[in-house]
Antibody
Framework: QLRLQESGPGLVKPSETLSLTCTVS??????????WGWIRQPPGKGLDWIGS???????YYNPSLKSRVTMSVDTSKNQFSLRLSSVTAADTALYFC???????????????WGQGTLVTVSS | SYVLTQPPSVSVAPGKTARITCGGN??????VHWYQQKPGQAPVLVIY???VRPSGIPERFSGSNSGNTATLTISRVEAGDEADYYC???????????FGGGTKLSVL
């Protein structure tokens, strides 16, 4: 059974960089059939896609966050990571990682999700 | 930027049929995916590629997509179906994932 687990600091100071890692177990992150994505959900609000990364390192980012987002993949550890710079209180959210099916060359549906990790931006 | 519009809330009595819409410009030309999210839990995929049910999802859940509206239909609604539902597409013009704003399904 595929499992995704987010990890990282639960509290980040304003203007600093948020860093999260998603560890994948029960399957290979190097599969050509999947992208690996980050989605966030501010408290009481809807889902907001952050970006997706392929095992080769190819990425797609939300245009509204693109200037602050960096995603990376470590196939040897079966992990992928998110860095979001210059955070503000508006970045406070529950952050999910997810597996995304590939259609042709782009990510589509998220079929497996991690349980999510709450990141609060506060001094 | 492409926008998906969902009604904020839908209410339905147990045993009846709930229909949750997802509107977007020519959304019928895109593949729509639907997620169910219960409080405190991660989203769960309930319909993908417009009308495909993942393994383990009851047949009561179905989807359709045509023109400017995609619809998630839940037949014989149960109390356990009470949740937030989100539609999602891939916007090829902008190369990014788009989520609808979500619909809270209340079972009366």
């Amino acid at each position: 059974q595929l499992r995704l687990q987010e990890s990282g600091p639960g509290l980040v100071k304003p203007s600093e960089t948020l860093s999260l890692t998603c560890t994948v177990s029960g399957g290979s992150i190097s599969s050509s059939s999947y992208y690996w994505g980050w989605i966030r959900q501010p408290p009481g609000k809807g889902l907001d896609w952050i970006g997706s990364i392929y095992y080769s390192g190819n990425t797609y980012y939300n245009p509204s966050l693109k200037s602050r987002v960096t995603m990376s993949v470590d196939t040897s550890k079966n992990q992928f990571s998110l860095r979001l710079s210059s955070v503000t209180a508006a970045d406070t959210a529950l952050y999910f990682c997810a597996r995304q099916l590939v259609n042709v060359v782009v990510p589509t549906v998220s079929d497996y999700w991690g349980q999510g990790t709450l990141v609060t931006v506060s001094s | 930027s492409y926008v998906l519009t969902q009604p904020p809330s839908v209410s339905v009595a147990p045993g009846k049929t709930a229909r949750i819409t997802c509107g977007g410009n020519n959304v019928g030309g895109k593949s729509v995916h639907w997620y169910q999210q219960k409080p405190g839990q991660a989203p769960v995929l309930v319909i993908y590629y417009d009308n495909v049910r993942p393994s383990g999802i009851p047949e009561r859940f179905s989807g359709s997509n045509s023109g400017n509206t995609a619809t998630l239909t839940i037949s014989r609604v149960e109390a356990g179906d009470e949740a937030d539902y989100y539609c999602q597409v891939w916007d090829s013009s902008g190369d990014h994932v788009i989520f609808g704003g979500g619909t809270k399904l209340s079972v009366l």
